[in-house]
Structure formats: structure tokens, C-alpha cells
């Protein structure tokens, strides 16, 4: 069964640094193009980031060159480590999978919530 | 980045009466179902988004009948028939042909 299970998420001053996880079971993350959404509680879906099967990545400007998108392999594991924290990165963080559908994000996890607040 | 824009944003639906959701791309996506990475997403209220079509037109596993989609080049609809009280939520259209991906502002499906 897939399952897509996110963690690391919390309360951080603005200017500080997390690290969310994305345990996969079912599938092999480095096989799948994995993706990074969020959500601001109330309001629509914006795309954070994205690594391929080939590990090519991108991001949205509004997150380039403060978020990373990496796996552990080892871990299967999808992870995005952000820094440079702001208030407008309030938000619950997804990740997704395209396991079965070639495009299309059939897998969702469940989604961390990341508050930065001081 | 290609921009992608839903009208309406919110849709009173009678029960059993049919819905369309419109999705218009800020540059083409294509024109064949086979590689034209345009899916819908519904999200319910506490829940995470759930794939209901990719690839313009295909039907994930386990999605009713009542939902299908079509389009090509910049131009798409997502559409409900027979609206049912569980159909309540938001639909999101995205596309994934080209980095970065983007959704649309969503679209609120209300029960008139």
C-alpha cells in the first residue's frame, strides 16, 4: 500500500531553519517525481518544489534559494530543509508522489504544519 | 512561469444538476491526452487534495464516472455530473509540463 507520511514540522522564529520529512512506503521515492506543496490554512494550493525521477529539481521564486529538496534514499525518504524562515511560510506543507499515473500526483501524505511566528 | 486561471471561483450546484469548471493556461500545455500533463485535484474540507483526472481527460482509480475532463491547448473543464452532497469542496486544475508547476485559485463547489 502507498503511503506518504510527512513530519517536522512546528513553531520557529522568523529567520530560523526546519527540515520536513516524507517517509514513503510502497514505492521507491528515487523512481518517482515527488513534489512539495503548501497550503495557507483557508486559502488555495501554491507548489514549493519538485525533484525528478533524474533528480533535476525547481522551485517556486518564492522560495528559491532558502528551500532544498533532497531524498535519502537509504530512508526513502522525501525532504525539503528551509531556511531563512519567514511569516509567509506559514503554512501546512504536502508532499505527493506521481506513483502510478505518469503526471498526474495520485499520492498525497497527510501534511505538516510549519507556523513562523516570534 | 505559465499562469493558471479557474472561473468560477465558486459554484452553487442543486443537487443531481451537472457542474463545469473552467481552466485556462497562460501558454499551451498540448493537445494530446497522451503526454499533456494537466490534472484536477478536489479537496474537502480537513482533507488533503485528491487526484481526480490527469492527463487532460484520464480518470484516477477509483474515481467516479461523474467526473470527466477535457480540453487541449489552453483550454480546459473539469466536469461533474449529477452532483452529489459528498462533491462539496474546492478543485484545483495543475499543470506539470514544464518546471516550476502551478495550480489555479481553486473553486469552491457549494451546495445551492
Known amino acids: 500500500e502507498v503511503q506518504l507520511v510527512e513530519s517536522g514540522g512546528g513553531l520557529i522564529q522568523p529567520g530560523g531553519s526546519l527540515r520536513l520529512s516524507c517517509v514513503a512506503s510502497g514505492f521507491i521515492v528515487s523512481r518517482k517525481y515527488m513534489i512539495w506543496v503548501r497550503q495557507v490554512p483557508g486559502k488555495g494550493l501554491e507548489f514549493v518544489s519538485v525533484i525528478s525521477n533524474d533528480g533535476s529539481t525547481s522551485y517556486a521564486d518564492s522560495v528559491k534559494g532558502r528551500f532544498t529538496i533532497s531524498r535519502d534514499n537509504s530512508e526513502n525518504t522525501l525532504c525539503l530543509q528551509m531556511n531563512s524562515l519567514r511569516a509567509e511560510d506559514t503554512a501546512v506543507y504536502y508532499c505527493?508522489?506521481?506513483?502510478?499515473?505518469?503526471?498526474?500526483?495520485?499520492?498525497w501524505g497527510q501534511g505538516t504544519l510549519v507556523t513562523v511566528s516570534s | 512561469d505559465i499562469v493558471m486561471t479557474q472561473t468560477p471561483l465558486s459554484s452553487p450546484v442543486i443537487l443531481g444538476q451537472s457542474a463545469s469548471i473552467s481552466c485556462r493556461s497562460s501558454q499551451s500545455l498540448g493537445y494530446s491526452d497522451a503526454d499533456t500533463d494537466l490534472s484536477w485535484l478536489q479537496q474537502r474540507p480537513g482533507q488533503p487534495p485528491r487526484l481526480l483526472i490527469y492527463r487532460i481527460s484520464k480518470r484516477f482509480s477509483g474515481v467516479p464516472d461523474r467526473f470527466s475532463g477535457s480540453g487541449a491547448g489552453t483550454d480546459f473543464t473539469l466536469t461533474i455530473s449529477r452532483v452529489e452532497a459528498e462533491d462539496v469542496g474546492v478543485y484545483y486544475c495543475?499543470?506539470?509540463?514544464?518546471?516550476?508547476?502551478?495550480f489555479g485559485q481553486g473553486t469552491k463547489l457549494q451546495i445551492k
Open positions: 495543475m499543470h506539470a509540463t514544464q518546471f516550476p508547476y502551478t
Open positions: 505527493a508522489s506521481s506513483v502510478t499515473t505518469g503526471g498526474g500526483f495520485d499520492y
